[in-house]
């Protein structure tokens, strides 16, 4: 199982890889929104990076309570095999 | 009726990536095929192909434009940039008026196929990305184009397989000449991957003189054996005589005539009544003169039966007049769904600089293709109107006249 700071490393990387963004942004109290500049549909690539690497489908009902980035490490954290 | 000029042209392609490369690459006889060890070693019958510069777009877009681009739109938007910079055609033009697009495109093969692939493996239709479903239609460089450069007029794909870029440049004409538009971003692309065109080997269409890459492309000349796919795109702004002056836009050159026509009968193979009927509706609409066409761009591709066909349709419209033909294809390789666009820019950049690009590898004609007056080397000569031919599968002909300006 991976710990709460491996899963911080590696998503950062991925999330800064994917949306081309400076890791600095990606921070715990962070927007996810604004950071990442999503809308409905790109929000699809976040979603896809989660499933990918973590086989954890982010459920549509559950998208309103990610708002920082905090948030997407706890769902990471509290759903990982 | 209003006239139809041109104003602005852009180029990606195997023989350059501006304007000026392209004609003097044209002019010295530069083939731009190579041999790829990529595609034998993927299972290719043939491994030549037109050597097309990738596109970097990362410091012109933002990751969220790119995303939904996939090659052909990739290579359209740098030969857009291009032309909607010679036309004086800036941002702040294109927001307030009601400018359109309509582009040839044929394939996203490659799109489709990553897209799809991510889907089947993961089981999960979230796996293709948001960009996929953008990238995997068919009109993906006309959508993307109009959402980049705030183009709110027409919005359209014109997919007609090797007549795409010339219908696109047709149909403008018609929408700008009847008033319907004013001014409307025209052109062609064509993926250039490893995928986009593997089926079209499969049915061994390709050359296969893989120990002459330069040589391959030989299009009318007796020893040709098949054409060398290549890609790239081509962008061509078309407006309104009037809005042109009005604008203040170099006028290039002027679009007087297009027609087209089908063969209606076998899905490949090529016949003479349907060419040569799109040469004669050219003519009857532009109302030119035979003897006052200059030089002929034509589709010959390199395959045996098309070039034979398209022979025997010119010199049966063309009768006594020895008018002078070449295909650019034998430096560029074929360039499909961009080709009808890519060569009015090349016919045009002969026609302002005086010269026929000589048809590299012609040594000597077949029996029937030795109806035609076939140019083989560049020739310094002066003219002032062309016509250009494109045909495609399925029995879809297209023919332009353009004239001096």
């Known amino acids: ?81 | 009726m209003n006239r139809v000029v041109i104003t602005g042209m852009g180029l990606w392609s195997c023989l350059g990536t501006n304007l000026d490369a392209v004609r003097d690459a044209l002019y010295q006889g530069t083939s731009g095929i190579i041999y790829s060890p990529e595609r034998k070693e993927a299972g290719y019958r043939s491994a030549l192909v037109g050597n097309v510069p990738a596109v970097d777009l990362k410091p012109f877009l933002h990751r969220k434009f790119r995303n939904t681009m996939p090659e052909a739109a990739q290579y359209a938007y740098m030969a857009t940039r291009q032309a909607l910079e010679q036309a004086r055609l800036d941002e702040e033009y294109l927001t307030q008026h009601e400018v359109g697009i309509i582009y040839g495109n044929d394939s996203v093969v490659e799109a489709t196929m990553v897209g799809l692939d991510k889907f089947r493996a993961a089981r999960d239709t979230v796996a293709c990305g948001s960009g996929a479903i953008f990238q995997s239609m068919n009109s993906t460089v006309s959508m993307n184009l109009a959402c980049l450069f705030h183009l709110r007029g027409i919005n359209l794909t014109t997919a007609s397989a090797c007549s795409s870029g010339s219908q696109s440049i047709g149909l403008a004409s018609l929408l700008i000449r009847d008033g319907l538009q004013e001014c409307v971003v025209c052109g062609g692309a064509e993926e250039n991957n490893l995928y986009g065109i593997a089926a079209f080997d499969g049915i061994q269409a390709f050359s296969i003189r893989e120990d002459d890459p330069t040589r391959a492309s030989r299009p009318f000349d007796r020893s040709r054996d098949g054409l060398v796919p290549s890609g790239g795109a081509a962008t061509l702004i078309l407006e309104s005589y009037d809005h042109a002056v009005r604008r203040g836009a170099p006028i290039l050159a002027e679009v007087v005539g297009w027609g087209f026509s089908g063969n209606g009968d076998h899905i490949s193979n090529p016949n003479v009544e349907g060419p040569a009927r799109s040469l004669l509706n050219c003519l009857r609409n532009s109302g030119v003169q035979l003897r006052d066409i200059g030089y002929i761009n034509a589709h010959a591709t390199s395959t045996l039966i098309g070039d034979q066909r398209e022979a025997e349709a010119i010199a049966q419209v063309f009768g006594d007049y020895r008018v002078p033909v070449t295909s650019t294809k034998s430096q560029t390789g074929h360039e499909m769904w961009m080709a009808g666009a890519s060569e009015v820019i090349y016919s045009i950049l002969m026609m302002k600089n005086d010269f026929i690009a000589g048809n590299i590898n012609f040594e000597a004609p077949d029996d029937v293709t030795a109806a035609l007056n076939i140019i083989p080397e560049t020739r310094n000569v002066h003219f002032d109107q062309f016509l250009s031919n494109s045909f495609g599968f399925g029995g879809t002909n297209s023919t332009l006249i353009i004239k001096n300006a």
């Open chain 1, 1 to 81: 199982m991976n710990t709460r700071n491996d899963i911080i490393k590696d998503i950062n990387a991925k999330i800064a890889e994917e949306f081309e963004i400076d890791e600095a942004n990606i921070t715990p109290d962070a927007p996810i929104f604004e950071t990442l500049e999503l809308d409905s549909i790109s929000l699809i690539d976040l979603v896809s990076i989660v499933h990918h690497d973590y086989g954890i489908k982010i459920a549509k009902e559950d998208l309103p309570q990610l708002k920082t980035f905090g948030d997407l490490y706890d769902y990471i954290e509290a759903r990982q095999a």
